[in-house]
């Protein structure tokens, strides 16, 4: 917290709000939940999120004016899509009872984002894992998010940009994957490879995009937890912290959202919203670039758990370690969609190292090995030591 100008010692904010009399409307209950930047209480009504002062590399909260300006900044992103729902950001300053005092319009030195708590019951993770999502709702979604990417002026960027910086990220998903002797690193290498090809191979592809004017300032994190199914859908908690992150293609963007359907089961739903998005704006993608871009969304999802495993014990790094190869597993299935097939066929005379050469490659391209004296042995029922070398 910032320093203290008054004789009292004030209560840490995060911990005064804990008491739901600190509040001004008298909340029965609040509900604490912490992030890795921000801590989030939920009161009977409304929800307040303050933020944690932290610096890492893709965000900075260090300073009072730095959280005020994030918090702003959160406010105005999110009424984009959730307008109902952000309702003001308050500043507080520390009083000489050592409390903290609402409203300081002064000299606040901490700040929260106020919004609406929306049912939890209307959340679509909720809905599409109980399977209570009706076609009427989900119709309202899909026109929704197709008419908030209609709205949205196509941004101006230099394509080989775009084209780098996509190429960085993937490369840094890859690193992050490889931490502290990951499991299964061949096949995390050929994920990311490619990615990496099919970013080299397509690049026309990816600067047509940019050209044509499909790239547009987003949400960022288009996840169905951050998604409310409502008369009027609100979608909550874009990413405030990075233009560069919100600065994305439409088509990664809801590649996110429906590789997360995937995941749950519900692939007919994410293919109903993207289909809608293709009716009303007319873009309509090639096959293989949404699967190149739910490829790197799910490797991103999967190094987000494979981070949170190595910061967690016992049987939650576990849970989290799970995870994440779940969404590996996601990944490989994607890129088989859009990676070209390739046959090799090794030989060579007996004892040339055939074998030794097949296993490597196969461990480095995540390729099935296929041996002739195996195949032999099944088709005719005899191993390779009763049949001569051909």
Known sequence: MSPLTTDVQPQPLEIYLRQSTHYPERPRHVQMVETHISWVFLTDRYVYKLKKPVRFEFLDFSTPDARRQACQQEVKLNRRLAPDVYLDVIGLSPNEHGGWTWGDTDHPTEWLVKMRRLPAEACLLERLQRETISERELELLADFLATFYLQQPPLTLVPNRVRERLREMIESNQRDLLLDDAPHQDRIRHLHQA?????EERASLFDSRVCDGRFIEGHGDLRP???????????IDC????DAMRKIDIVDELGFLTMECDRLGHHAVGSRIMSRYIEETKDDPPATLLAFYKAYRACVRAKVLALRSNQAIGEERRLYAAQSEGYLDLAERYVQRFQPQRL????????TGKSTLAAALSGQMAAKHLRTDVIRQDLFGTGPAHLPYN
């Open 195 to 199: 990615q990496l090809d099919f970013l």
């Open 225 to 235: 937890e951050h998604i409310y199914l409502m008369q009027k859908p609100a979608v």
């Open 239 to 242: 990413i405030e912290f990075s």
């Open 344 to 351: 090799i066929i090794i030989g060579g005379i007996m004892g």
